[in-house]
């Protein structure tokens, strides 16, 4: 078992013995099968990842099985992604498909390496925040659900991130992924004049709106409360998380939308963002069968028509948004495919999208 050090005089000691030797030497990797990934050194040693998907919020109990098994397979180290997975580092090959059995044998299913679909990365949801539109945990369950097939293969086109946010404040990584689904306020917050004027600080309150839709009232009593400008409002709920009478929840009119194209960077090719193509489908729990029909049509369409190692955005910047949304049969309005930043071409920025 590796020694409890916490704090960085002792980073080094929670590395693998085999990791800390070969620090810098790494030589290349292979993808051996779904979940396992090979590591070779130029000092001849090999390393073994299995990867495995593991819940975002556990217990201490969980993570204490999680240890258990690292001690029996792993020399008492273990290795947490940015995805929610859990990667067991093995030196002996013969441990390899003993391990995988015992992780699925827990329900923790190994795959989502190489061309795969990889852990799903979501926010919070209602667990402990204020402005969720959506469960996104609940969600995310559904729609891996629906796409496990492709976390247990690694024959896609490319690898496949997909990532959730319960609000337009986007804490996970939406605009960075494949394919992004954002819950949606679509109408503004309503002002409760009575908890505005005695609770919240007015100039906070009014400088929270990053679009200037708020400004300041006198009510008939002479307390001071605030107005919203609706045709300014994007619904992201900042007003909201400042001050508790601007209650912009509205299960009535909330919805998801789907974004697509995102990837981070790499040796090839630059970063690029998610795009809307779907602008608005209704939160239907605990299965949300409008979103995981929608996600799955445009895993496939790509999976049909996309080269080896293009990635969803990729593929789209070859065959262009108008082959996009005819192939995938997603409607097409002059709202989408706008980014966050403008700062490359879109139908408002170029006069060759012929929509
Ligand atoms: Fe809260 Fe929005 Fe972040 Fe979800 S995306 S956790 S609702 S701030
Ligand atoms: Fe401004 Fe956002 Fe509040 Fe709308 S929801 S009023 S955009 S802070």
Not at 35 to 63: H, M, N, Q, W, Y
Not at 204 to 226: E, G
Request: charged share 25%; proline share 8%; hydrophobic share 40%.
């Amino acid at each position: 078992m590796a020694k409890l050090m916490i704090g960085p005089p002792h980073y080094e000691l929670m590395l693998h013995p085999l990791i800390k030797k070969n620090y810098g030497k790494w030589l290349y990797h292979e993808h051996v099968k779904p979940g396992v990934i090979k590591r070779v050194s130029e000092t001849g040693d090999v390393l073994f990842t299995v990867r495995a998907a593991i819940p975002k919020i556990v217990s201490v109990d969980f993570v204490r099985s999680l240890c258990d098994i690292a001690d029996k397979y792993c020399d008492g180290y273990i290795k947490f992604t940015s995805r929610h997975a859990a990667e067991f580092l093995v030196v002996n090959e013969e441990k390899v498909d003993e391990l995988i059995k015992e992780l699925e044998s827990l329900g923790l299913p190994v795959g989502g390496t190489g061309k795969s679909f990889k852990p799903l990365i979501h926010t919070i949801g209602w667990n402990h925040c204020h402005t969720a539109i959506v469960d996104a945990p609940g969600l995310a369950k559904a729609i891996s659900d629906t796409l496990f097939e492709y976390y247990k293969r690694n024959d896609l086109p490319a690898k496949l991130k997909i990532a959730i946010a319960c609000c337009l404040n986007m804490c996970g990584a939406v605009h960075c992924s494949d394919i992004a689904i954002v819950g949606i306020h679509r109408t503004p917050p309503t002002v409760d004049d009575e908890i505005v004027s005695k609770f919240c600080e007015l100039p906070t309150l009014v400088a929270s709106c990053p679009t200037y839709a708020i400004k300041p009232k006198i009510l008939p009593d002479k307390r001071r409360s605030v107005e919203v400008t609706a045709e300014r409002c994007m619904g992201c709920g900042n007003c909201y998380t400042v001050c508790p009478g601007m209650k912009i929840i509205n299960p009535k009119y909330d919805g998801l939308a789907i974004f697509v194209g995102g990837k981070v960077s790499n040796a090839k090719s630059p970063p690029m963002y998610s795009r809307l193509v779907i602008p608005y489908l209704p939160i239907n729990p605990p299965r949300f069968p409008e979103v995981t029909e929608a996600v799955k049509k445009i895993v496939d369409t790509w999976i049909k028509y996309a080269k080896p190692d293009e990635r969803i955005g990729e593929w789209i910047e070859r065959i262009g948004w108008e082959k996009f949304f005819k192939l995938t049969g997603i409607p097409f309005s002059d709202k989408l495919i706008d980014d966050f930043i403008f700062s490359v071409p879109t139908f408002r920025t170029t006069t060759q999208f012929k929509y």
